[in-house]
């Protein structure tokens, strides 16, 4: 089902959470962003158009200064995302053009979403930027967005991009191969779950854990994330984004992942 979801799909959201762009030491995962550059333009060389929500910007600032490293305050927090959001870009510019695809970005806050005017200028941007082969990359400014105007986390950045879009499917990456029954970092026994088609009927019967170590979501927000799409009629695929390939091996069929399908 999964292999069929994607061949089905043309326009494509691909959110890269921190945990699965990094290293331990939270560094650039620079063979990771290879790899996913070659699946990536494998995709596009399919006919499909991809837009990638992606994190990162605070982890490559820390690296790149990582004098600030320890530092808590918002001030500092900001300017890492700052320096970092440089970094991150130079990076997927360099691994995409590779196979002379351009890059864009956009960065966006929660009010970019609620005004008409700005919803239809992203729109546009979006179209234009697709329509001639480039891939938008996009994440959100946190170098100017505190609590009030914070989106909060880029799995519901990916989620409102994919609405926005109006997106065939959105496929999110983890560190684990999609919603289990129980944690399977810590429960054996956990069985994962392949389908999903009733989100209510699933947050009652699993155990939500906490958020990871790099990044601002959990498995509550990817499911959230699936709500908001699936509520817009778009499937949502929640796939181990660590794994090697994961993209050309759920095209082969040769792992599994967890799909949220929409009601209608």
Request: overall charge negative; hydrophobic content about 45%.
């Given at each position: 089902m999964v292999r069929e979801l994607i061949e089905n799909s043309k326009k494509?959201?691909?959110?890269?959470?921190?945990?699965?762009?990094?290293?331990?030491?939270g560094s650039i995962?620079?063979?990771?962003?290879?790899?996913?550059?070659?699946?990536?333009?494998?995709?596009?060389?399919?006919?499909k158009q991809v837009v990638i929500v992606s994190s990162g910007a605070r982890i490559s600032g820390v690296a790149t200064l990582g004098k600030?490293?320890?530092?808590?305050?918002?001030?500092?927090?900001q300017a890492l995302c700052a320096?970092?959001?440089?970094?991150?870009?130079?990076?997927?510019?360099?691994?995409?053009?590779d196979y002379n695809y351009h890059i864009a970005q956009l960065l966006l806050t929660r009010g970019d979403f609620s005004d008409p005017h700005r919803i239809l200028n992203i729109r546009n941007t979006l179209f234009t930027l697709v329509d001639e082969g480039v891939i938008p990359i996009i994440n959100e400014n946190d170098t100017v967005s505190v609590e009030e105007i914070k989106i909060g986390d880029n799995d519901t950045l990916a989620a409102l991009t994919s609405n926005?879009?109006?997106?065939?499917?959105?496929?999110?990456?983890?560190?684990?191969?999609?919603?289990?029954d129980k944690n399977p970092k810590t429960c054996e026994d956990a069985n994962l779950i392949?389908?999903?088609r009733d989100i209510d009927a699933l947050v009652k019967e699993i155990e939500i854990g906490d958020t990871?170590?790099?990044?601002?979501?959990?498995?509550?927000?990817?499911?959230?994330?699936?709500?908001k799409v699936n509520n817009y009629g778009t499937p949502m695929i929640l796939a181990n984004g660590k794994k090697e390939n994961?993209?050309?091996?759920?095209?082969?069929?040769?792992?599994?992942?967890?799909?949220?399908?929409?009601?209608?």
């Open positions: 494509i959201v691909i959110k890269i959470g921190s945990n699965t762009l990094s290293n331990e030491d995962n620079r063979e990771f962003l290879k790899a996913f550059s070659n699946q990536v333009a494998h995709l596009m060389g399919m006919g600030w490293k320890r530092r808590q305050d918002m001030h500092y927090k320096i970092g959001q440089v970094e991150l870009m130079d990076a997927y510019k360099k691994v995409f053009l926005l879009w109006n997106a065939d499917l959105l496929i999110l990456f983890s560190d684990i191969d999609g919603i289990y392949e389908e999903v990871n170590d790099f990044g601002t979501g959990g498995i509550a927000t990817k499911i959230e994330a699936a709500r994961i993209i050309f091996k759920l095209l082969e069929g040769t792992e599994k992942a967890t799909i949220f399908w929409p009601n209608n």
